[in-house]
């Protein structure tokens, strides 16, 4: 029998790596719809009481942004590994890190947020060896 007119297989999925994925994306998802319409909220909330969120807002509109587009970087990079992609794992990462520092410039460091990112990306990288 020949083999080369076969189909080739596509790899499994791992299922660590699938409830990875699914959470992630569920998470981020989520994240992402939720920071975009803050983002317009607090917008329009500030514009009509303009010091009434002082406190709550960002000290720059660049921080909702940076929020944003790293946040779309994550789950971009989620929906590449669920495709066992190594460079969504590398988006993931670069994308988790970046909040952490940002978030640490703006509102000071988080144990909780650092060690929950840690975890994550642990967590992945452990299924970086499924991945092309």
């Known amino acids: 029998?020949?083999?080369?007119?076969?189909?080739?297989?596509t790899a499994a999925r791992p299922g660590m790596l699938t409830v990875?994925?699914?959470?992630?994306?569920?998470?981020?998802?989520?994240?992402?719809?939720?920071?975009?319409?803050?983002?317009?909220?607090?917008?329009?909330?500030?514009?009509?009481?303009?010091?009434?969120l002082s406190g709550l807002l960002p000290s720059s509109p660049l921080y909702a942004i940076l929020s944003v587009v790293l946040c779309a970087i994550t789950f971009y990079g989620v929906i590449q590994m669920w495709k066992l992609k190594k460079m969504?794992?590398?988006?993931?990462?670069?994308?988790?890190?970046?909040?952490v520092v940002i978030s640490t410039m703006q509102t000071g460091f988080s144990i909780a947020g650092t060690i929950f990112c840690a975890v994550w990306i642990a967590l992945y990288y452990m299924n970086l060896k499924h991945m092309s």
């Open 20 to 52: 990875l994925c699914i959470l992630s994306m569920i998470f981020n998802g989520l994240l992402l719809i939720f920071c975009l319409i803050g983002i317009f909220a607090l917008a329009a909330i500030s514009g009509m009481f303009p010091g009434l």
């Open 1 to 9: 029998m020949d083999n080369n007119n076969t189909p080739t297989q």
């Open 88 to 99: 969504g794992f590398y988006m993931y990462a670069g994308a988790q890190v970046a909040g």
